[in-house]
């Protein structure tokens, strides 16, 4: 008897095995996520009995070296009691010493994340700011070694807007905090005399990159993108919506310094965008205007006349000075990577 593949299947079958797959992947993210959980308590744990022992019995970096031995003796498949590592453990303990903190915050994200917020972040207040969006974003992290490197917390929300304005609470906070200022494009690979039509080039050759550095819920709809009024043509430089604001956000790119008619043209554009591509389901359109540079104060005065919500910040096609210096070398980036891939044990992201 030859058997075939057409069976008699009930016909809610497709949906169901579509169904009973989606469980099984969350029910394996889940446990990815409970290893990682575990792990960082255990480690949280024996980083504060180094600390504890280190001040009552005042043993040291002996002690360290033969604590690593015995335990990657006792436990050889795992690769996460290196000396350094064991070393970090205690340094973890010593900075997070709010055990509530740590199972209900820290202990969400993996070794690796917390070795860079140990490692790269100076004070505490920093790196319970980046737990928080790390926490909230969901980031890897690749995302947030990207975000420390260039200042995330400094920059955010930073923008010159007149959203408190133009936008009702709380929809006016969460868009504040959206902009940034300055906007870091050092990844597009253009010189600081580069017009604007090479940096728009550039940016749609790297939207993966240009949307990580625009924040969380962007997606790209598109360039030089044309609006019809009175049979007369325009065309908005580029167009993102939010699918976490629901908005769409009009992006005007401007090479040079800022100047007070260039809101107004924004503003137009805004408008243009509202009238002729939001649905009933979208919040108002916000505008982002984009300069080399600007003086604060004559963008605050710009603005007050605009009846767009508008915001205008600058950007930096090669990393400032005052963030460069957070940058390791490229040999550093490497061999701490190959440290941590010895060092760690469990899934590890990025």
């Avoid at 604007?196 to 550095?213: C, F, S, Y």
């Avoid at 167009?239 to 924004?266: C, I, S």
Wanted: hydrophobic residues 40%.
């Amino acid at each position: 008897m030859v058997m075939t593949d057409k069976l008699a299947l009930p016909a809610d079958y497709p949906n169901w095995l579509s169904s009973l797959k989606e469980r099984i992947h969350t029910a394996q993210q889940r446990a990815v996520l409970v290893v990682n959980r575990e792990l960082v308590l255990l480690y949280w744990q024996v980083g504060c009995d180094i600390l504890e022992r280190q001040k009552a019995q005042g043993w040291g970096a002996k002690v360290i070296d033969r604590l690593a031995r015995d335990l990657t003796a006792a436990f050889p498949d795992m690769k996460g009691f290196s000396r350094r590592n064991l070393l970090y453990m205690r340094r973890f303990a010593e900075e997070w010493p709010d055990f509530e903190f740590v199972q209900q915050a820290v202990a969400q994200l993996p070794w690796g994340q917390n070795l860079l917020l140990l490692t790269k972040l100076k004070t505490r207040e920093e790196r319970e700011w980046y737990v928080a969006q790390a926490i909230e974003h969901g980031w890897s992290r690749n995302v947030m070694w990207h975000h420390i490197s260039t200042c995330l917390h400094q920059r955010s929300g930073n923008a010159v807007t007149n959203f408190d304005k133009r936008l009702p609470s709380p929809d006016s906070e969460l868009a504040q905090q959206t902009l940034k200022d300055p906007y870091i494009f050092d990844f597009l690979g253009v010189s600081n005399e580069a017009l604007e039509r090479e940096i728009e080039d550039a940016m749609t050759r790297h939207v993966t990159k240009l949307l990580m550095e625009l924040g969380d819920g962007f997606a790209f709809v598109g360039r030089q993108v044309p609006m019809e009024v009175e049979g007369e043509d325009f065309y908005i430089d580029l167009l993102f919506y939010n699918y976490r604001l629901h908005r769409f956000m009009v992006v005007e790119l401007k090479g040079g310094a800022f100047k007070p008619e260039h809101v107004g043209q924004l503003n137009f554009y805004v408008t243009l965008v509202d009238e002729h591509l939001k649905s009933e389901d979208d919040k108002p359109t916000i505008g982002l205007l984009l300069c080399k540079q600007k003086h604060r104060v004559v963008a605050e005065y710009a603005l007050r006349g605009m009846t767009q919500p508008i915001g205008v910040a600058e950007y930096k096609l090669d990393l400032p000075a005052d963030l460069a210096r957070y940058l390791p070398s490229i040999e550093q980036i490497e061999a701490e990577l190959q440290d941590d891939e010895t060092d760690e044990e469990g899934p590890v992201d990025g």
